[in-house]
């Protein structure tokens, strides 16, 4: 090993490798149904939600968009993008809708179970996570707001079958596409600004050797640290557990509202499963798509965008009870 002091910062992460598919209310997925329970109320949003000039738009049309753009993808190259009646409709749903006024149901957003994400650190009793959002940015950090559940699956046998939906969504990547997750265990270690100053030193000089040997005006021709950190420290993409993609800001602690413990990540909720910082991280069988233009991105499956960064969920190791934070990187 390059870096012994490295090793104890290692943390176990779960890539979950969403994959557009038809995902279950008894299976884990991003964009999924969700197993809930009919003896509770589904989960609305009072707002505020600030209107932003532009209208919103609905679930509905942008699944219909979504089924016109993978149409209109798949016809042979030389077509126009879509056809008039086609793209009648399209200028319909870019109309939008106004914004709402009422309150604002919930949408899922992901459900593991533990049984296919074996770290997710679940409360005693529990054996999956469910998280939604609220499809619209909210004051201070203008991200959807989110709400976390640990349920025990074997006790719900009375499920939701058509869950409310919202009147609105703000925007269309904020509908997370119907994905099937493939989890894969991968070790993380701290983004360099991380670590502390001897190490986040040394490692930047090794980066930088192994940065020289890449060809001139790749991706990570730009920083010291930037081989290290986008393509071997912390894993891009939906993922469980692991270390902050710090990218705009500097590491900052996140205590807990309640005991002040510092709260850990939980899920990272991101819009790209890799880019062009980090191809080591692109599995094997999408390589070859990856190259292509084909809708939707194999980078983008969930089709989720937080402003093109990665929106990662936090939680206080001491109790769930504790309220979660949600951190824009
Ligand atoms: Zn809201
Ligand atoms: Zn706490």
Same mark, same amino acid.
Do not use: M
């Given at each position: 090993m390059v870096f012994p002091q490295l090793a104890p910062l290692a943390r176990t992460t779960t890539r979950l490798h969403p994959r557009p598919g038809s995902p279950s209310v008894r299976g884990s997925s991003v964009g999924g149904p969700l197993l809930w329970p009919v003896a509770e109320a589904w989960p609305f949003c009072d707002g505020p939600h600030q209107p932003d000039g532009r209208p919103a738009t609905t679930v509905q049309d942008v699944r219909l968009l979504r089924q016109l753009m993978t149409a209109a993808n798949n016809r042979p190259a030389g077509d126009m993008l879509f056809t008039p009646q086609e793209q009648e409709v399209v200028d319909r749903i870019d109309r939008g809708r106004p914004w709402p006024d009422e309150p604002v149901a919930m949408l899922p957003v992901a459900q593991l179970y533990c049984r296919d994400v074996p770290h997710l650190r679940v409360p005693e009793q529990a054996d999956m996570l469910q998280v939604l959002w609220c499809p619209f940015d909210h004051p201070e950090q203008q991200i959807p707001k989110t709400a976390l559940f640990w349920r025990s699956s074997a006790l719900l046998t009375d499920v939701v079958a058509s869950p409310p939906q919202p009147v609105a969504v703000q925007h269309e990547g904020y509908v997370p596409q119907p994905c099937l997750i493939h989890p894969e265990l991968v070790t993380e270690y701290p983004a360099p600004l991380e670590l502390e100053q001897g190490l986040r030193? !040394? &490692?930047?000089?090794?980066?930088?050797? !192994? $940065?020289? *040997?890449?060809? =001139?005006?790749?991706?990570?021709? !730009?920083?010291?640290?930037?081989?290290? !950190?986008?393509? @071997?420290?912390?894993?891009?993409?939906? $993922? &469980?557990?692991?270390?902050? =993609?710090?990218?705009?800001?500097?590491?900052?602690?996140?205590?807990?509202?309640?005991? *002040?413990? =510092? @709260?850990? =990540?939980? @899920?990272?909720?991101?819009?790209?499963?890799? #880019? #062009?910082?980090?191809?080591?991280?692109?599995?094997?069988? #999408?390589?070859?798509?990856?190259?292509?233009?084909?809708?939707?991105?194999?980078?983008?499956?969930? @089709?989720?965008?937080?402003?093109?960064f990665n929106l990662q969920l936090y939680v206080c190791p001491v109790s769930p009870e504790h309220p979660h934070a949600e951190l824009l990187q």
């Open positions: 030193e !040394q &490692v930047e000089q090794w980066s930088a050797r !192994q $940065k020289a *040997g890449a060809a =001139p005006g790749s991706a990570y021709d !730009q920083a010291e640290s930037a081989f290290y !950190q986008y393509e @071997l420290s912390v894993a891009p993409g939906w $993922k &469980v557990g692991g270390w902050a =993609p710090w990218s705009f800001t500097d590491p900052q602690p996140l205590p807990c509202q309640s005991c *002040g413990t =510092p @709260l850990e =990540p939980l @899920l990272t909720i991101a819009s790209n499963e890799w #880019d #062009d910082s980090n191809h080591s991280w692109i599995p094997y069988e #999408d390589r070859d798509d990856a190259t292509r233009d084909v809708y939707p991105d194999p980078a983008r499956p969930s @089709l989720v965008s937080v402003a093109g």
